[in-house]
T-cell receptor
Framework: ETGVTQTPRHLVMGMTNKKSLKCEQH?????MYWYKQSAKKPLELMFV???????ENNSVPSRFSPECPNSSHLFLHLHTLQPEDSALYLC?????????????????FGNGTRLTVT | AQSVTQPDIHITVSEGASLELRCNYS??????LFWYVQSPGQGLQLLLK??????LVQGIKGFEAEFKRSQSSFNLRKPSVHWSDAAEYFC??????????????FGRGTSLIVHP
């Protein structure tokens, strides 16, 4: 048990479908992240929520829409995806401090959702 | 630009042999440094981290890493590899971004293969 739970573990969807990925952390952290992991590529940071506010959006296409209703839950809403969006989507959390203060908390990852877009 | 480099895509070692995985970073100040391991079908698990102080840090599963400021390196080592160590290893660096937050940047990963 990692403390960060992602559901579903596997998802196959067509390009016209709408689906959502869910992440829940039980660690009392206040920052949550979505990463995309594709074969032979570095982990790509997609979104960061710090104290429930989105602080990072790394030029992610609008077909990916994050939602963070509280500090324990993070969603990634998917619609009209492309086959190249097939990847492992990893959620992570950390205990972050307000901006300007030192950061010293490593990330805790979930086991990911393996997404296949057909 | 800030970057993290893991020059070895694959490393193959025999069980019981020693291991060193390389990591170099490009950053103007001392960053926060991490090593993570990922087993198939799993998320990333923290092995160890360096923030300050002693430049040789100990982690879980018998791993250690040494921060060398002069070489901008943070190499991961283990004196005797076990078959269960076969996995993907990621070096990560948390650097201050323009927005004032420390966001981890990951290397491409090194795949460790262990021969019996």
């Amino acid at each position: 048990e990692t403390g960060v739970t992602q559901t579903p573990r596997h998802l196959v969807m067509g390009m016209t479908n709408k689906k959502s990925l869910k992440c829940e952390q039980h660690l009392g952290h206040n920052a949550m992240y979505w990463y995309k992991q594709s074969a032979k590529k570095p982990l790509e940071l997609m979104f960061v929520y710090n104290f429930k506010e989105q602080t990072e959006n790394n030029s992610v296409p609008s077909r990916f829409s994050p939602e963070c209703p509280n500090s324990s839950h993070l969603f990634l809403h998917l619609h009209t995806l492309q086959p190249e969006d097939s990847a492992l989507y990893l959620c992570a959390s950390s205990q972050d401090l307000p901006r300007g203060l030192s950061y010293n908390s490593p990330l805790h990852f979930g086991n990911g959702t393996r997404l296949t877009v057909t | 630009a800030q970057s993290v480099t893991q020059p070895d895509i694959h490393i193959t070692v025999s069980e019981g042999a020693s291991l060193e995985l390389r990591c170099n970073y490009s950053y103007g100040a001392t960053p926060y440094l991490f090593w993570y391991v990922q087993s198939p079908g799993q998320g990333l698990q923290l092995l160890l981290k360096y923030f300050s102080g002693d430049t040789l840090v100990q982690g879980i599963k018998g791993f250690e890493a040494e921060f060398k400021r002069s070489q901008s390196s943070f190499n991961l080592r283990k004196p005797s590899v076990h078959w269960s160590d076969a996995a993907e290893y990621f070096c990560a660096v948390a650097m201050l971004d323009p927005g004032g937050s420390y966001i981890p940047t990951f290397g491409r990963g090194t795949s460790l293969i262990v021969h019996p």
